[in-house]
C-alpha cells in the first residue's frame, strides 16, 4: 500500500483526527484499470456531494494533483484508489471546528483480477451469496453517502463463510437494501428494480452507471421496496461495485431458501457496458 | 493530551487501522476527579460488552496497567481519560481478519470545571437546549453501544449555536432519545422516564448510575417512547454524562415552542448522587 496524507508519503495520522474519533469523514474506493481511474469523474462528484452534505471543506484541485502524483508515481496497471477526506483533527468533543481545516488521505492498494470470483472478460461464472443477519440503519439524512461510519458493514461481513462471495443486508423494517460491498439490480418481468436506497445503503458510483447506460438503450429502471420473498418473481441478480464490476448472482441462500438465477442477458449486457470501461481504460 | 498506543506514548497510528477506515471500534469517556477515575469500573464493563458484541478481542488487564500508567505519569486532579479500542490494522475491504490484533488507545485530556456551565458543587444554575433538525440512525444492533460511528452526533451539533449549551436529538421516527453528548431524564407525575434506548442512542454510564440510585431510593423509573409534544407533561428535566454529571434543563427550544421547567427536588437529588462519587473521588 502506497500513501500521501496531505500531499506527503506516509501512512500515520494524527489519533485526534475526526476520522478516526467519529468516523468524521467520507471516502470513494476507485478502479484502476489500464494505469488509469476508471468513473474517477463520478467519484470525485459524489465526494464533493458528500463532503457540502458533512460540511467538511474539499480542495478539490490539490486532490485531483495528490491523486496524480500517486498514480504517476507508482504506474500500476491494476490498483484500486482510495480517497479518504476528513474534517481533520480537532479537540475532544462531537462540535467540530467551523474553521477547522479537512484532511486527505489518498491511498493505493495492489489489485490482481484474481481476486475476484466473476472478473474475467466474458460472461463470468457467477457468485453464490448468503442473507447477513446484520440489518443496516435507518437514517434518511446519511443514506446514499459513502461516509466512514461502516460498522453495519464491518457486522455483515463478518457473518460471510469461505463459500460465499457476499451477503445482501436488510434494512430495519426487512427490505434489502445492497449486499455489504456493492449494489444490487433484479430482473423482474422486463424491468430492472434495484432496492430503494433512501433509508438506508450507498448510492454506488458502478451502479449508477450500469442503469444509466441500461436507460439509455431504453430500459425502464425502477427503485422500489423488496423484501427476500418478492425475490420469487425475479428473472435475473447481479451485484455490482466500482473495484470487481459485475458479479452474475446465481445461487442466494437464506431463510431456509435458496434461490437460483441464470447468468441472464441483462446480467451479460451489464458485464458488457463494465467491460467498455475496465477495457477502455487498458 | 497525552496518549498511548498500545502503552506506548505517541499520537500517530497507521491509516490502516479500522478504526479510522471504518469507525469499526468503540471507545470510552472517563471523568478523572481527585486524580481518580470516576466510575471506571462501570465503563470498562461497557467496553467489554461492547468489544464482545462487535467481536473484537479486549486485553483488559493489559489495558488497565495502561490507564493507571498514563494517569500516574500525568497525576492531573481534574481530567478527561478516553479509552478507545479498534479491531486494529487490516487490509482493504469490510471483512476483518478473525484472527486481527487490537488496537488500544488511551488518552489523557485536561479538564476545567469551568468547561461547564452548570457544574458547581451546589444547585447548579440550569442550562438551555435546542431541538436538533438531525435525527439518528435507527439500529437494534448497534444501539446503546458506545462505538466509533458517531457521525449523527457530529452533524446534529454542528447545529448548535453558542446560547444552548447542547442540543436534543430525535430518532427517525420522530421520538426523543437524548442530547449530542448527554443523556436525558425527565419526571412525569412522580415517576422518571427516560427514553427508551433500543433503537438508537447510548446507554450512558452516568444515566445507569443514576437510574440505579434513584431505583434504590424507591422511585419509580421507566423507559419510554416520548414524543416532543408529550414535554408539556413533564415537570422537570435533566441531562447527564460521565464528564459533566447533571445540567439542569431550565428551557429547551423547539418547533416554535420554548418549555421552561425549575431546578426541582428530583434533579437536586440527581446532582447529590454525582456529587457524591465527584467528590468522593477528590
Redesign the interface.
Known sequence: ?Q?L?NGQPT??????????????GCFE?VRVAGAHPVLLEAHLNRLENSCQQ??IPLPLTTLMQEIEQLLLSNNWPHA?L?I?IT?GVG??????DPHGQSNR?V?L?AYSTAESPADGNGIEPGVSVMLCQ?????????AGMK????????????E?PEQFAEGLCMD?AGYLVEG??SNLVLLRGDKLITPDLS?SGVNGIMLQYLLNRFREDGLTVESARVSFEELNDIGEAFLCNSVFGVWPVIKLSGNATVFSWPVGSKTQQAIHYKNEIFNAAR
Open positions: 500500500m500513501s496524507i501512512n500515520l495520522i494524527s489519533i485526534a483526527d475526526r476520522g478516526f474519533q467519529y468516523g468524521d474506493t458533512l460540511g484500486v482510495k479518504t474534517r479537540g475532544r468533543g462531537y462540535r467540530p488521505i491511498q492498494f446484520h440489518r443496516l440503519s435507518s437514517n434518511r439524512a446519511l461516509h466512514l461510519n461502516r460498522l453495519d458493514q464491518v457486522l455483515a461481513s463478518r460471510i430495519q455489504c460491498k433509508e
